[in-house]
């Protein structure tokens, strides 16, 4: 089991063993979760390559909407 000591500052060094094992890389997003009083749960968040296709899909919408219908509805919110 890996063991790391928490600095002044509240940081936590992720130890060597579990970087290399797990291939985190500097500048990584993580979650810290508390389960209960003596347990944390530290998650990574994986980041996706090309965000605007993993939102809209690799196929495009079927049907061509003129951006002054969709100025119309944004302005009626």
Known sequence: MARSR???K???????????????R????????NI???NIL???????K?????LIGEK????HIPIEELEEKAEAR
């Open 10 to 24: 509240f940081q936590l060094t992720i130890p060597k063993e579990i970087r290399d094992k797990i291939g985190l």
């Open 42 to 48: 530290i998650k990574r968040v994986r980041r996706v």
């Open 26 to 33: 500097p500048g990584e997003i993580v979650i810290i979760e």
């Open 6 to 8: 928490i600095t002044s």
């Open 36 to 38: 209960d009083e003596n």
């Open 50 to 54: 090309d965000p605007l296709r993993f």
């Open 60 to 63: 495009p919408y079927p049907r």
